[in-house]
């Protein structure tokens, strides 16, 4: 509650220097789970989305002038009720754009019952589920993480690399989980290794005991958790160690995160797995610039301040905050051709744009966008080490 009011604070005083420079502000709605299973994420998330609003502030707003406001708002990340009252509250309160949502149920239910009904984009930088690829949403969505059909396909990949040939593999119970373990298990048995058994797990449970007997009963080299890590993955990692089932995890993009290893402990060393990432002079350049504000490199914190760059690219190459005008804008700001913008050099890109001119946009992930607003994307592959998340290869 604290952050928030603190941001909220924050925001009045970006709303009160629009005003006095004869502009009104163009609110950008930051909606993500502040509370429930990835909360731990969602912090570093928001602050990545307003260190882009702050950079592009202190270099004259967009449109002529306008300051940037952010509101952030909750999704509990599995509370579609709570996300889509959220959401229409943000609407409401005069957004222009969402940064969001970050689960992927929450960000279907906001996409189907409040964006496309109010004609809303939506840049989500951590939903990852395959059916948000084939939602008709009417050219209103789009999201810089990729798709959880290529982690899975990553994920088989690192899995055969070292030699697992079989796998147990639980999932939480909604569209993120179930996606997720679709992908992993088709594309893992592609590539000739066994899946022994899928099963669901409930997030908020005190005792997963019987989960894991019968992930235990079935058997692997492996324990493949794909889930959240401040919930039910972190009671499915410990009820695994405290049975002696596993003593090794294999941690899909839900799962990464400091918590993680910082909750279950050195017990933990040795686990691998992946997040949606890249290296290179995008995600330096950004870590330089938040300092020790907040780790850049948290999950989806590059795809958050890459959110809040597109959308403010968008409009000033559209010349309008209007959703209805600038959406078709996104594409074009974010690929080639044009002249290659990174983390704290969004006034130079904005620049290019009032001269005519055309940028394509990198950012901190690396940003690509194909087919109807899908991150091409690329990896991270983790191994916790010492108590912490190493990223040793990029993919």
């Known amino acids: 509650m604290k952050k928030l009011l603190l941001a909220s604070a924050a925001s009045a005083l970006v709303a009160g220097s629009a005003f006095a420079g004869g502009h009104s502000p163009i609110k950008l709605g930051v909606l993500l789970g502040y509370t429930g299973p990835i909360e731990s994420l969602t912090g570093p998330m928001a ?34 009720g709570l996300a889509t009252s959220n959401a229409e509250r943000l609407i409401a309160d005069g957004i222009a754009g969402l940064i969001g949502g970050d ?66 593999l639980t999932y939480t119970n909604n569209d ?35 989960e894991i007997a019968e992930l235990d009963a079935a058997g692997g080299d492996l324990l493949v958790v794909a889930g959240y890590l401040d919930q039910g993955g972190l009671g499915i990692i410990q009820a695994s160690l405290d049975a002696g089932a596993w003593d090794q995890f294999g941690l899909p993009g839900g799962m990464i995160g400091d918590s993680l290893p910082a909750n279950v402990g050195p017990d933990l060393n040795g686990s691998f797995g992946q997040i949606a990432g890249s290296g290179g002079d995008g995600i330096e350049k950004l870590t330089m610039m938040a300092g020790d504000a907040f780790d850049a490199t948290s999950p989806y914190t590059p795809e958050s301040y ?5 959308f403010m690219f968008a409009m000033e190459a559209a010349g309008s905050a209007d959703p209805a005008v600038y959406a078709e804008k996104i594409l074009e700001v974010a690929n080639a051709p044009g002249e290659q913008i990174l983390p704290g050099e969004l006034a130079k ?29 690329s990896y991270r592959e983790i191994e916790v080490t010492d108590g912490e998340n190493k990223t040793v290869n990029f993919r």
């Open 349 to 377: 890109g904005l620049e290019i744009l009032r001269a005519g001119g055309d940028i394509d946009y990198v950012g901190g992930s690396a940003v690509e966008l194909v087919g109807p607003g899908e991150a091409a994307g």
């Open 176 to 210: 993120y989980g179930k996606g997720l373990a679709d992908a992993i298990e088709s594309s893992f048995t592609a590539l000739g290794g066994e899946v022994t058994i899928v099963t669901a797990h409930e997030d908020g449970k005190a005792d997963y005991s019987a």
């Open 47 to 80: 602050d990545g989305a307003e260190l882009a609003i702050n950079e592009v502030n202190e270099a004259g707003g967009i449109l002529d002038g306008a300051m940037v406001e952010a509101m952030r708002a909750d999704t509990g990340c599995i509370d579609n």
């Open 103 to 168: 689960c992927s149920g929450v960000t279907g239910a906001v996409l189907a019952n409040v964006a496309i009904p109010n004609g809303m984009v939506m840049i989500s930088p951590s939903a990852t589920s395959p059916a948000l690829s084939t939602v008709e949403d009417n050219g209103l969505f789009f999201r810089t993480a990729p798709s959880d059909a290529r982690e899975g396909q990553v994920m088989a990949e690192i899995l055969q690399e070292r030699g697992i040939g079989s796998i147990a």
């Open 306 to 310: 890459d959110a809040a760059a597109l």
